[in-house]
């Protein structure tokens, strides 16, 4: 059985929200467990895989999953490393006004349709400075709170987000893909290679990610990449190692990169973590 550890980082009667560390020594489906709360799970490190019946959803930090009240799941990481998550609950009469009538479930039970979202790089750095901030003691309740909602409706709007729409066959190629890709995001991967790994040939893999994904596979990888920069820069104070350390060629390239997806410099953006400090 996995491991975890929960760290409640913020309770109000608006928001809950718990950093959620698992080691991953599970490979295999977990028995089930049963959500008792709805609630926003945003994964920033490592790679888990949730079962809902027959609807399996690659969790990684380009997605934002829902746990439904009363709803079971299983859990199995097929990939080293564990995972690591932001678990954000609203307060029900708040989440009801902020989420769209189309993405909510019939039911007594408030709950979502689709078991997942993908974020937008904003979505991301909301759940960094959120996870900073509470972690350091620094971040003061009102803006938390505010934070929390702010990423709660980026996280459902149409156009910072967006849900997949394929057939199973294709959803399950491009999990393959992802899974690939969250094995070692430090590699260099060519797409013949991921082609290889899941069966395919290039020109269908990257068809169907665009297809799946809405974005390119090369970008899809970037922002894994990024995400997990996110969640390193309080802990490296040579920023070129960092971005060596996630398989950039150069510290220009991680800067440009990391500039043109989040608005701001990796040191720009650590900076603004520490002051709130």
């Not at 009667?13 to 599970?26: F, L, M, P, Q, Y």
């Not at 349709?113 to 937008?120: A, T």
């Not at 060596?244 to 040191?267: E, I, K, N």
């Amino acid at each position: 059985m996995s491991q975890f550890s929960t760290a409640l980082l913020l309770k109000t009667k608006t928001v809950a929200i718990r950093d959620v560390v698992c080691n991953g020594e599970c490979r295999h489906k977990s028995d089930e467990e049963c959500a008792h709360k709805t609630s926003l799970v945003y994964p920033y490190r490592g790679v888990f895989m949730r079962h809902v019946g027959r609807n399996d959803t690659v969790a990684e930090a380009n997605q934002m999953l829902f746990f439904n009240a009363g709803q079971g799941y299983r859990i199995s990481h097929p990939v080293d490393g564990g995972d690591a998550c932001i678990d954000l609950s609203i307060d029900q009469a708040l989440l009801a006004e902020l989420a769209p009538r189309d993405q909510v479930q019939a039911g007594e039970l408030f709950g979502f349709k689709r078991q997942r979202r993908r974020i937008d790089p904003r979505a991301q750095a909301l759940v960094a400075l959120l996870r900073h901030g509470l972690r350091r003691g620094a971040a003061e309740t009102l803006e938390a709170e505010t934070l929390a909602l702010t990423l709660v409706h980026r996280s459902l709007g149409e156009r910072t987000s967006h849900a997949a729409g394929a057939s199973a066959g294709r959803q399950k190629l491009v999990d393959r893909a992802k899974l690939v890709l969250s094995s070692d995001l430090a590699r260099r991967w060519t797409l013949a290679d991921i082609a290889t790994e899941v069966g395919v040939s290039p020109v269908y893999l990257t068809q169907v990610f665009q297809q799946v994904e809405a974005i390119p596979l090369y970008r899809y990888q970037l922002r894994l990449r990024l995400a997990r920069a996110l969640d390193l820069l309080a802990e490296y104070e040579d920023l070129t190692a960092l971005g060596l350390d996630l398989g950039f060629s150069s510290h220009s390239h991680f800067t440009s990169s990391f500039r043109q997806t989040y608005g701001q410099t990796p040191a720009e953006f650590q900076r603004a973590t520490r002051l709130r400090a």
